[in-house]
């Protein structure tokens, strides 16, 4: 079974420019989440969706970073503009969450490394 | 608000010594907890997990058990090998929101 997947693995960019970070989620799960991963803040939750709703947003450090879920199979996460404090890496997951079992388990892609310059 | 607090790291161990990474967390009601493992340039997956109070999750010759009264879950394993060299994180979850929160990831390195 394919597990999240997640593009670009890799992107360098320059300040300023337009990043688009993008995921796959496992099919059938209700659950997506983005998070970030730097030395200095270990991992970060930016957001996560239900149900392609947002739910939870308090994470996005800035008005510069949007996500969108248009369907259960597809999200994105924007940057504009990027900075270079946002090189980090980027990770999506989804989970589907068993009612009576408390949450599910996540299964996270293998990240998306940014480096703006 | 909810956290979660490992030990720092780096840990260096030899191989077959023990293994102890500790965790505490802060949460309201009663969240799983989990045990994450990450290998160098992969993303996270999962090691054990416990979902009520004296649960012990296991795998991979590793064990975590849910003490309540502690607030604690912390990673043992008895003998480690080289091939557990990674970064481990604890994180508990929300029944009610479904979201994780993570430590900071402890790195262990196993020399042969």
């Known amino acids: 079974d394919a597990g999240v997947i997640q593009s670009p693995r890799h992107e360098v960019t320059e300040m300023g420019q337009e990043v688009t970070l993008r995921c796959k989620p496992i099919?059938?799960?209700?659950?997506l989440f983005w998070y970030r991963q730097t030395m200095m803040r270990g991992l970060e939750l930016l957001i996560y969706?239900?149900?392609?709703?947002?739910?939870?947003d308090s994470g996005m450090p800035e008005d510069r970073f949007s996500a969108k879920m248009p369907n259960a199979s597809f999200s994105t996460l924007k940057i504009q503009p990027s900075e270079p404090r946002d090189s980090a890496v980027y990770f999506c997951?989804?989970?589907?969450?068993?009612?009576?079992?408390?949450?599910?388990?996540?299964?996270f892609g293998e990240g998306s490394r940014l480096t703006v310059l | 608000g909810d956290s979660v607090t490992q030990m720092e790291g780096p840990v260096t161990l030899s191989e077959e010594a023990c293994l102890t990474i500790?965790?505490?967390?802060?949460?309201?009601?009663?969240?799983?907890l989990f045990w994450y493992v990450q290998y160098p340039g992969e993303g996270l997956q999962l090691l054990l997990k416990?979902?009520?109070?004296?649960d012990k999750g296991s795998n991979k010759g590793f064990e975590a058990t849910y003490r309540k009264e502690t607030t604690s879950f912390h990673l043992e394993k008895g003998s480690v090998q080289v091939s557990d060299s990674a970064v481990y994180f604890c994180?508990?979850?929300?029944?009610?929101?479904?979201?994780?929160?993570f430590g900071q990831g402890t790195t262990l390195q196993v020399k042969p």
């Open positions: 969706f239900n149900n392609n709703v947002p739910i939870d």
């Open positions: 994180a508990h979850g929300s029944s009610n929101t479904g979201k994780l929160i």
């Open positions: 416990a979902t009520k109070a004296d």
């Open positions: 099919s059938g799960h209700d659950y």
């Open positions: 997951a989804s989970s589907f969450r068993t009612s009576g079992t408390g949450t599910g388990e996540l299964f």
């Open positions: 500790n965790c505490t967390y802060t949460a309201t009601g009663y969240p799983s």
